[in-house]
């Protein structure tokens, strides 16, 4: 009996030997990644005023500028002619010779499913042979610039398509003259995320 009861004694010993004895190990892992702060944008159409004819008028005259606006949507442009009260000079024009083009920028690169704010400037077009500059009274853009104007999709990519108000603006005591050929502006697309 007694050999009974060692031989007990020592299988619990070894069990609580064993429960008790352990060991520790840890690894140190490491963790990736890779911090993207720009988008990608793309023009993929520009935007195209086409050819138009324009004439000027004078600001001291009370009357009002022409303009033509080429909606973002693609929608058909519309001109509309300036007014005149003066008795000599016409009032000004804006008209359209070949059909324009709205513009695409495509964004890619981004989050999925990030919200972007939109903001938009623009320059004068400006002839290098001289005369009088055309104005860009605005950029238009789908979807309408502002605070979270954009959503990307679940790839990070979106789409800015982008239209323009232009008008005639004159000098006070005369009316501008416009120098026939290509007239170039600019235009600046700013995102914030």
Known sequence: MNKTTKIGCKISGIAFGVLMAGSVHADLFEVK???STALTMTETTPLDVG????SGFDSSDS???????????????????GTSTATGPIA????????????RIDITDGAPNQSLDLAVSSTAFTNPAGGAAIVITSIDTSPAAGAAALTLDGTGAGAILIGATLANLGAAGSVPSYTAGNFTGT??????Y
């Open 92 to 103: 000004s024009t804006i008209l359209p010779i070949t059909t324009p083009t709205a513009g």
């Open 63 to 81: 009357g009002t500028a022409a303009s033509y606006v080429i909606p973002a949507s693609g929608a058909a442009a519309t001109a509309t002619p």
């Open 187 to 192: 235009y600046t697309v700013t995102i914030n």
């Open 33 to 35: 990644t890779n911090v």
């Open 51 to 54: 050819q138009i004819f324009i």
